[in-house]
């Protein structure tokens, strides 16, 4: 077996990351994580988590980030702040490449994730912190007793537009179907919630405004109609990217970008893991993440151990 | 490590930040926001390294709404760099250290 600086390398420090994390410590492998921001991922942004399992009233998002990172240290999991900006598979000994270095592994797991879809739409770029937000947590306290946007239709959309209502006295919650993807509970409240006024079958064509956003432009893609709406803030929501910026073509992607794996969440390239977000999977949920994640130091811890025999 | 870092408000920004003679960074920030709790280590690290060449505040955006509204934040956490009193450099959302170190570097 060629040497290596670590057994596994996890990328990426979600909850898909600090999972793997976790049962990689506790298989006393030697394991390094690394986060290019800081641990987390996109449940620092979530307002409230109410699916996952073990707390009755529901848990904030960044909380149960600071448990889960309190988790994996306490069990002795490293982890480092830095950006992987490269990933060398050709030989056994995979090698992750840093602005500022590089270390070996025998595994590496790709925890990295996804970032919210852009609209797309001109304008949209220049509104950024400006009317143009991907975070109700953050942002939505700024929009106390004003009207505002929201463009999605599933769990994070309609989720986060009902937390806005706390602030905003109205939310246009515009979604390109005639019906919400949002499980269940989620729609139930949105429709029984006065203040959310649903723009069905409409999509987002211009944003405008002078120092801030002002108002915003919808096409109703049943009928072709244009209509202005007023709004100090437009918070998008539809849909997420794979991080994969880094990721070498050698290992197999879905359509959009998302890494595909096989059962034991193993990628095209031996010893190369993925979990989370960032793989071509039916449903991105926290437990979906961890239950990769699982899988996947499971699965490396294998692989590892059959390079030594 | 934080005692780098001075806590500002509406009524001291002023003097703290516009008739300042060495670059500022105002980093607005409010206790219900993850992300700015997230990258607060981050920029204590910064704050660490750069302290001496630049003068590093934080702005409670839910206590001081006055100096956020003057430049526009509708999102946090938002930094702005501050060049004898003007605003030569401003990023929003969470962005990577090494991010932020270009930032810096660019500024100095």
Redesign the interface.
């Known amino acids: 077996m060629e040497k290596a600086d670590y057994d596994l390398i996890i990328i990426g420090g979600g909850p898909a990351g600090l999972t793997a994390g976790i049962y990689a410590v506790r298989a006393r492998l030697n394991v390094i994580l690394y986060e290019k921001l800081v641990p987390g991922g996109q449940i620092i942004v979530t307002d409230w988590v109410e699916n996952f399992p073990g707390f009755p009233e529901g848990i904030s998002g960044m909380e149960l980030v600071d448990r889960m990172v309190a988790q994996a240290k306490r069990l002795g999991l490293k982890i480092e702040n830095n950006e992987v900006i490269s990933l060398d598979i050709s030989g056994p000994v995979k090698r992750v490449v840093f602005p500022d270095g590089a270390i070996t592994a025998h595994a590496v797991i790709l925890a990295t994730g996804a970032h919210p879809k852009k609209l797309g739409v001109l304008g949209e770029e220049a509104f950024l912190g400006k009317g143009i937000s991907f975070c109700a947590t953050c942002d939505g306290p700024f929009y106390k007793n004003k009207v505002v946007a929201a463009v999605g239709g599933g769990d994070t959309a309609v989720q986060e537009s009902i937390y806005l209502t706390k602030f905003a006295k109205k939310v246009y919650l515009i979604h390109r179907r005639d019906q919400l993807r949002a499980t269940k509970i989620l729609q139930e409240r949105a429709f029984a919630n006065d203040k959310i006024d649903l723009i069905w079958n409409s999509v987002v064509t211009g944003v405008e405004g002078s120092d801030g956003l002002e108002k915003i432009t919808v096409k109703n893609i049943k009928t072709g109609e244009f209509k202005e709406f007023p709004v100090d803030g437009c918070f998008i929501w539809v849909g997420i990217l794979p991080n994969s910026g880094f990721i070498p073509d050698t290992i197999k992607k879905d359509e959009y970008g998302f890494i595909i794996t096989d059962y034991k969440m193993e990628t095209s390239a031996p010893g190369v893991f993925a979990a989370g977000d960032g793989r071509s999977t039916p449903l991105r949920q926290i437990a979906t993440a961890v239950g990769d994640a699982a899988i996947a130091a499971f699965s490396a811890e294998h692989y590892i151990e059959s390079l030594k025999n | 490590m934080s005692e780098v870092i001075t806590e500002i408000s509406d009524s001291s920004f002023d003097s703290e930040v516009i008739q300042s003679e060495k670059p500022v960074l105002v980093d607005f920030w ?1 206790p ?8 607060g ?2 920029i204590e690290e910064l704050a660490g390294e750069f302290s001496d060449r630049i003068k590093f505040t934080k702005c409670n955006v ?1 206590d001081n709404p006055v100096s956020p509204g003057k430049f ?7 930094l702005i760099f501050f060049k004898q009193g003007k605003v030569v450099d ?1 990023i ?7 991010k932020l170190q270009q930032a810096i570097n660019s500024i100095l």
Do not use: L, R
């Open positions: 409010a219900w926001c993850g992300p700015c709790k997230a990258i280590p981050v839910d526009g934040i509708k999102a946090i956490p938002t401003q929003t959302g969470m962005v990577a250290k090494s």
